[in-house]
């Protein structure tokens, strides 16, 4: 068209010259205009493969043929969690074979560091975990945790180690199993009182009216410990036994220090010490040991958690008692609400969750009867 | 010249945007983003008690080489044919290669000729290796019986009496240990009682009981089996007695109560080997076929008799408490 | 199309590729050397600049294990001053407060320590924080650590990473630990005594810090003892069990400082820094591989780039040359068109300035031949003429039967002598006329051509003038034009000597001058005024002639002198009315035998051209050959005049 208009505006006398400049222009115009027509098929197609392309897609999540629960653990040395790390594992493997679904438990240890376990937490979702069960190593630094479970839209379930409400309310796919502390510690003065009020010189061995008792507490730090010690105490002053602490020390859970405890105070005040309370299974299986080595009989040894070897030692005697939580039921609720959140279900109406969040597990004594 | 000049610009300009998209973009060489291998390792027991350091030295591995190491265990001890569903649910679960801690090498070996299992295998195993597998990893638990009871015999009278105590169930492991023990054991003209286990260690602990005769004499026990070796200490810890009539606890296995109960005494030798190195080479060698890359000969790892001096031996320190 | 000539191979591209070609060579070659140099430095720039980032990580992380040390240091510092020294450890009380003291320490470094104990010098556990019991087969004494830290009482002792084994564990877990130990002196009552203060440091803490740092290009750091024991690196365990190696043996050996070593078949740079105390070093290796610019995908994006840039330039290219090479060559076809003799073609005209002017001119040019070309074309048309009409001249059919009358008149009147005077007269006429066609004859026949013909008129003319003919004795071998005077002679006698009764006079005189011949016709006849005189020059029509003469005007004769001789030469005339006319003719003064060698050359050169022309092709250049042919002498002639002329200046 412009070629038109240049032919007409040169007119007649011109019009070779003018129609010579006007051919060149115009084909000078079709080279460019091609060259510029073409870039952009050629843009338009590069832009469109670009756009189209490859998103990278999670095979394993998609085909809900199998879920995928990262498992984290404060410290997988400590008896209990170990406990219940085998019967979650157990519980996992009966899902497997009921529903013909898959079950992928990737259990890590944080070894007692908070970095680590968050790093763990990094790798779950990274691997494309569709649920995290958190046994925290420092409950008030869950909110991290918390943090990257909600950019990833993973739910979380914390156990064991409670996180404080504030965090937990921050969003409604979290949740908690546990065991009610006050709750176990009451049960557990309940064992010593029952056995007190069957027979007071079972427990009060030298019969001058006042049972001496050491304690042994968990880590300073944690939220149990206090409400252990706090409410076992309670529970047997509440009930009118004639307790009288002679020392207490904090062994951390762990049964060596316990042992080493018990040794020096065997050592400190001989003859003196008739019970011992103690916030763990591991603990007063350390208790005992050190009572065996001394050779020293009589103490009466109360613990929580009936760890395989806490219930071994109710067998054998060594224990008085020890608080269960069905570790069963226990590791199954974790269970439950896992597969639930990861199949994208509801949480089965039959479970008991205060406040939709807290699930906490059955305890009872155990003792030798 | 205006016609060829077009086709050669047309040409060019396609060149470039080929070359853009090569240098570019991914859409044709694809960064290689570190594409996660999916790898299972198929176990023969029931739990990973036993595979703690195996599993350490797996996830190392694991970091090291991008690929996501999931470890399966069985519902039930010692059971082939789940073994072989549990490796076909893990293929069909988009596993790029197979690792399998066979316990019966045979069978599996059956199973992989009626070509049940299409992807890779990695076989952890101990006897000789298999054509149809892509990579074997070995210990020689033969040898490591074998020098089990050698230094048994070396370290104890002349006439003491030989058990051996085991599970019930076999596998090609406790086979191949307890084929390298009697092996030794006839060598020296030495005989074996075999008593075998349900379970709970009843038998053990009766076996035991029948030693406490002042006649009876000594008697040296070889356990085929880390779980047995720990049900038998555990029956020897519990009383001294016990302890004076049975002379030596040998066995196989590196779980930190092995060690611990090494150390106190109660065992007077195991024979390990790096079982670190082992999840750490199956992994590197499952992520090798994968890339099918070529796949070194069947790697062997060398076993070591270890007794309580050696626990503090750099050499197998390491070796026994590996670093996480 | 023409075959283009050209120097050679580069010459024939033309202009448009040759410039297209320099242009993009250089500027491709420019880009090439920018780039390659830019690469290289950048590449060695990047080199060093990782190298000094590695260094720095290397002094920062040397910077927190320092830290690290210092702290488990000053913590064992402050248990010992702080806690044991002075401490009774025998009084309970003071026991108490001391392991309440532990305590406080202990919580406030959880993180790095594991345990806390107080031995004696006999092996007794004397505190423990947290409580702890030694393992019951173990004597303490016996250990190297606790009998070197009793030995070097003023330094602290750090072992190598080890599993925890001194105190009574639980019974799934091993820890990886330092023993950190310094003798201290433990107060007993009233007497002192040595003792160990022990530290289990977990090795956690230590990996904590050098975990996940990685130094650049793929580099890691490692840290080794003072004996060249692995303290820490990033595959401790795949090296212990031999899977992976590392150089740990020359890493031993090393002081402070950056070295380069080949190991395991890569090159690599080595850093290696002491850490204060301990005497253990931190090992920092970058592999040298690749810190270039990496990856085949950015290599393919440099070439990219380079062929980008190609492109454009190629465009550019094409355009520049376009705009400044297209008009040349249109120019150049035009040009072409107008060799090949189509001298009507229409003149390219455009481009830049130059090229345009160009143009402009050679379409001027071009005009100039055609009308030059017309010019020669009339020139010769005219010349053709004049020859005819002098051929025809030289016949003078007029003259002749005049004169054959007067002869057959007189041989009539028995006139005889008479008759036989005026036929031979007639005759040497004639045969001067013709002068076997030539246009130059020397002087003396072209008086005695007049001669004859005076002498032939006077007879005619009863004697009604008389003529006289004079000549320089020199003048007569000179060259000159034929059939110059006769006609000169007629109109004298007709315009001039008819009324003259008798009386009339005729003088033809030659003569040298300055400037060559001159020759004289004077009479005395009836004269014409001076615009007549003029005018017979200049005339234009055909011929003022005579029916009785010859037919060739005095402007003919003019004419043919001064296209013989060339514009100097000529006619002049005076007159005066009655009182007669003076012709003066002026002529060069050339002898006759140079005119006669001249001849010769140029037929020899003729023949030769001829035969060159006979060869191809050059039409036009034929053309011109034949056209000189047919004017034959005329031009040389005026060369050879104007070449004598130079000679005389």
């Not at chain 1, 003018?18 to 098929?41: M, Y």
């Not at chain 2, 001890?77 to 316990?103: C, F, K, P, W």
Request: proline share 2%; aromatic share 8%.
């Amino acid at each position: 068209m412009g070629w038109t208009k240049r032919e007409e505006r040169s007119g007649l006398g011109k019009s070779g010259l003018g129609r010579r400049t006007s051919r060149r222009s115009v084909s000078g115009a079709c080279i460019s205009g091609k060259f510029v027509s073409g870039l952009l098929v050629f843009g338009v197609l590069v832009s469109g493969l670009f756009l189209s392309g490859c998103t990278p897609s999670n095979q394993r999540a998609e085909q809900k043929k199998s879920i995928r629960i990262g498992v984290s653990l404060y410290r997988a040395e400590d008896t209990f969690i170990n406990n219940l790390r085998s019967e979650l594992e157990e519980s996992a493997k009966s899902y497997e074979q009921e529903n013909g679904i898959k079950v992928t438990l990737d259990i890590q240890s944080a070894k007692g560091n908070q970095n680590t376990q968050n790093n763990q937490v990094e790798r779950f979702l990274s691997l494309g975990c569709d649920v995290l069960v958190i046994n925290p190593v420092d409950r008030t630094s869950a909110s991290s945790i918390i943090d990257k479970a909600m950019t990833a839209g993973v739910p979380t379930i914390f156990f064991n180690r409670q996180p404080v409400e504030e965090d937990m309310n921050r969003w409604d796919q979290l949740y908690y199993v546990g065991a009610d502390a006050k709750e176990s510690a009451v049960l557990e003065g309940q064992i010593v009182t029952d056995q007190y009020k069957k027979d007071p010189a079972s427990i009060d061995r030298n019969g001058d009216g006042v049972v001496r008792y050491v304690l042994l507490e968990g880590e300073s730090s944690h939220q149990d410990s206090l409400i252990r010690t706090e409410w076992s105490i309670q529970t047997l002053k509440d009930a009118g036994v004639p307790i009288e602490k002679v020392i207490g020390g904090i062994a951390n859970w762990e049964r060596s220090q316990a042992s080493a405890l018990m040794e020096q105070w065997l050592e400190q005040y001989p003859g003196e010490i008739e019970l011992v309370v103690s916030n763990n299974d591991d603990m007063a299986l350390g208790a005992i040991d050190a009572i065996d080595r001394a050779g020293v009989y009589g103490i009466t040894v109360v613990g929580i958690d009936a760890t395989t070897a806490g219930l071994d030692a109710v067998h054998a005697g060594k224990m008085l008692g020890t608080v269960s939580s069905d570790k069963k039921e226990y590791a199954g609720a974790i269970m439950k609400i896992a597969t639930a959140k990861a199949l994208g279900e509801e949480i089965p109406e039959n479970m008991e969750l205060e406040n939709g969040k807290y699930y906490w597990s059955k305890q009872r004594i155990f003792t030798e009867k | 010249m205006k016609a060829r000049e077009k086709l050669f610009v047309a040409v060019y300009v396609l060149f470039l945007v080929v070359l853009y998209l090569l240098s570019s973009t991914d859409l044709i060489i694809k960064e290689r983003r570190q594409e996660i291998c999916p790898i299972s390792i198929v176990a023969d027991t029931t739990s990973d008690e036993y595979y703690v350091n195996f599993k350490k030295g797996m996830d190392q591995a694991g970091i090291e080489f991008h690929a996501d190491v999931r470890f399966v265990t069985l519902y039930e001890e010692n059971q082939t044919d789940q073994q072989i569903d549990l490796l076909m649910r893990e293929q069909q679960d988009g596993a790029r290669v197979l690792i399998s801690v066979a316990v019966d090498e045979t069978s599996l070996e059956n199973a992989l000729a009626d070509k049940q299992i299409s992807v890779p295998i990695v076989v952890i195993g101990t006897e000789l290796p298999m054509d149809k597998v892509s990579a074997v990893v070995m210990t020689d638990t033969y040898e490591m019986g074998k020098t089990l009871a050698r230094k048994a015999i070396e370290e104890n009278e002349p006439d003491v009496r030989f058990y051996v105590f085991g599970g019930e169930k076999e596998n090609s492991k406790v086979r191949r240990f307890y084929d390298g023990i009697s092996s030794a054991l006839e060598k020296e003209g030495r005989t074996a009682i075999r008593i075998s286990d349900p379970g709970e260690g009843e038998n053990f602990r009766s076996t035991i009981e029948s030693l406490v005769y002042p006649e009876s004499g000594t008697a040296v026990i070889l356990a085929l089996d880390p779980k047995s070796l720990e049900m038998t200490a555990d029956i020897l810890a519990g009383s001294s007695v016990y302890q004076t009539y049975v002379k030596g606890l040998y066995g196989r296995g590196t779980t930190v109560k092995i060690l611990n109960e090494l150390d106190k005494g109660i065992i007077r030798g195991v024979c390990v080997t790096d079982e670190f190195s082992l999840g750490y080479l199956s992994v590197r060698q499952a992520v090798a076929v994968a890339k099918n890359q070529t796949v070194q000969d069947p790697i062997v790892l060398p076993n070591y008799y270890i007794e309580k001096e050696d626990l503090r031996n750099p050499k197998y320190e390491k070796m026994l408490y590996p670093i996480e | 199309m023409k075959k283009r000539e050209g120097s050679g191979r580069w010459g024939d591209l033309g202009i448009r590729n040759t410039i297209y070609l320099y242009f993009t060579v250089s500027a491709l070659s420019a880009m090439i050397l920018i780039g390659i140099s830019l690469y290289g430095r950048l590449s060695g720039q990047m080199t060093a600049t990782i190298l000094e980032e590695n260094q720095g990580m290397i002094t920062m992380v040397n910077r927190s294990v320092d830290s690290y040390l210092r702290t488990i240091m000053k913590l064992s510092d402050s248990l010992y001053y702080g806690v044991v020294k002075n401490a009774d450890v025998t009084s309970d009380v003071r026991s108490d407060v001391m392991n309440r003291e532990m305590t406080i320490l202990y919580d406030n470094n959880k993180d790095t320590v594991l345990n806390i104990a107080l031995l004696s010098r006999e092996g007794e556990l004397l505190q423990a924080v947290p409580a702890a019991r030694l393992k019951s087969d173990l004597d303490v004494t016996q250990e190297d650590w606790f009998q070197e830290t009793l030995e070097r009482t003023d330094n602290v002792h750090f072992t190598i990473p080890h599993v925890q084994y001194i105190f009574d564990n639980s019974e799934n877990q091993y820890r990886w630990v330092i023993t950190v130990s310094r003798a201290v002196e433990i107060t007993r009552g009233t007497s002192t005594e040595q003792g160990v203060l022990l530290l289990d440091v977990g090795y956690g803490s230590l990996q904590q810090l050098l975990d996940n740092i990685t130094l650049g290009n793929q580099g890691y750091l490692y840290m080794i003892g003072s004996g060249g024991e692995l303290i820490y690196h990033p595959q401790m365990q795949l090296i212990e069990s031999g899977i992976v190696q590392e150089n740990l043996e020359s890493a031993s050996a090393y002081r402070d400082g950056a070295y380069r070593e080949t190991y395991l078949g890569g090159k690599r740079e080595i850093t290696v820094k002491s850490v204060g105390y301990t005497g253990w070093r931190i090992v920092g290796v970058t592999p040298e591989h690749g810190i270039t610019l990496n990856m085949i995908k950015t290599n393919l994006f440099l070439i990219f780039i380079l062929a980008f840039f190609l492109f454009v330039l190629i465009i550019i290219n094409s355009f520049i040359s376009s705009r400044i090479t297209t008009p040349i060559q249109e120019l150049e076809k035009s040009v072409n068109a107008l060799e090949a003799g189509e001298l009507d073609t229409k003149v390219y005209e455009g481009g830049s300035y130059e090229i345009r002017h160009l143009g402009r001119s050679i379409r001027s040019m071009a005009k100039q031949i055609r009308v030059l070309m017309d010019d020669i074309v009339a020139e010769h048309e005219s010349k053709r003429k004049s020859e005819f009409d002098t051929l025809q001249s030289q016949i003078n059919p007029h003259f002749l039967y005049n004169t054959l009358d007067i002869i057959v008149w007189m041989i009539e009147n028995e006139q005889k002598a008479e008759a036989v005077k005026v036929v031979t007269a007639l005759a040497r006429f004639f045969r001067i006329s013709l002068s076997k066609g030539r246009s130059i004859i020397p002087v003396k026949d072209e008086l005695e051509h007049v001669r004859n013909y005076l002498m032939i008129q006077q007879m005619r003319f009863k004697n009604k003038f008389t003529y006289e003919i004079e000549a320089d004795p020199e003048t007569l071998e000179m060259a000159s034009l034929k059939l110059m005077l006769q006609p000169l002679v007629e109109n004298a006698i007709y315009h001039g000597m008819e009324f003259m009764d008798g009386d009339g006079e005729i003088l033809v005189r030659v003569e040298t001058e300055e400037s060559g011949l001159c020759f004289t016709i004077q009479d005395n006849g009836l004269g014409m005024t001076q615009e007549q005189a003029e005018s017979l020059l200049t005339s234009t029509t055909p011929h003022v002639s005579s029916k009785r003469g010859s037919g060739i005007g005095v402007k003919n004769v003019n004419e043919r002198i001064r296209l013989y001789f060339g514009e100097t030469y000529g006619l002049e005339i005076e007159s005066e009315p009655d009182e007669g006319t003076t012709i003066r003719i002026h002529l060069p003064a050339v002898p006759y035998s140079e005119i006669l060698e001249k001849e010769k050359k140029e037929k020899e050169q003729k023949i030769e051209k001829e035969q060159k022309a006979e060869r191809p092709e050059n039409s036009a250049h034929t053309g011109n050959v034949r056209n000189t042919s047919n004017i034959g002498n005329t031009g040389n002639i005026r060369n050879t005049v104007d070449a004598g002329k130079e000679k005389d200046v």
